[in-house]
């Protein structure tokens, strides 16, 4: 049975209402974890529906304004409702990094308390490495929309999420200038990582997971090697540029 839809002349009144306001990562004020306050929906009901559907479309017709329209039609609005998507398909990657980095404490469980957190690293990093399957063979499309200059900061600002998303699950509990240097340097971890797998062939992306477990040796070597305030600003730095690389910007 075809999906109904409520079809105005007026854009206000289409089926659920439709936040015109940004799903930007920046309209987070929290940047810490907090089992008493849980961050707010970054998407209305409306977007949630069009978005969810138009990832659907993302393998044949990759992160474009096209993908976005077919969402909304299967969601059930109105073709016109992609205009309230300001961004337009950065809007869609966007909410792929969210929903996939919001999925991972479902995902992986731990529930051998013997596992170390280095180990956690790499499975979360690896599990969200694996949610990219479906759609990888678009990524340098979705990778070249981020590297727009209005378009990094969120960008950036969601790896930063990300890599401290992994480092939560994971059960870390640094409180000194280790905090900051473990997501800097598993941001340029993944970022590396997820641009390998764009060109990994390999059956069920076995030398994405060999690369990622190199890089995550390197790390683990650099980290006991930096003992320094200005050795760790140096590191930090470099992983920094190499982040902001992996997403196209040059430097």
């Known amino acids: ?105 479902d995902r ?36 070249a929309i981020m590297a727009l200059p209005s378009n990094v900061p969120p960008s950036i600002a969601e790896l930063a999420r990300l890599s401290d998303e992994i480092w939560f699950l994971a059960g870390d509990t640094s409180v000194d200038t280790s905090w900051y240097t473990k997501r800097a340097t598993l941001s340029a971890v993944y970022s590396s990582t997820e641009l390998f797998m764009t060109t990994d062939t390999s059956a069920n992306h076995r030398e994405t997971e060999l690369f990622l477990d190199r890089r995550l040796r390197e790390v683990q070597s650099m980290g006991k090697a930096v003992g320094s305030v200005g050795q760790w600003m140096g590191f930090t730095a470099a992983a920094t540029i190499n982040v902001l690389r992996s997403k196209g910007v040059r430097i």
């Open 1 to 105: 049975m075809a999906v109904s839809r409520t079809i105005c002349p007026r854009l206000s009144c289409l089926r659920g209402p439709i936040s015109t306001k940004r799903s930007t990562v920046s309209s987070f004020h929290r940047y810490y974890h907090s089992y008493e306050h849980d961050p707010d929906p970054p998407f209305t009901d409306a977007e949630d529906a069009i978005l969810s559907a138009a990832l659907n479309h993302v393998p044949s017709q990759g992160f474009t304004t096209l993908a976005l329209t077919r969402g909304a039609e299967d969601a059930g609005y109105l073709d016109v409702s992609t205009n309230l998507f300001l961004r337009g398909p950065f809007d869609l990657i966007h909410y792929h990094l969210v929903t996939q980095r919001s999925a991972l404490k």
């Open 108 to 143: 992986v469980q731990f529930p051998d308390p013997t596992i170390g957190v280095g180990a956690k690293v790499r499975a979360l990093a690896l599990q969200r490495l694996q949610a990219n399957k479906a759609i990888i063979h678009r990524w340098q499309e979705a990778l």
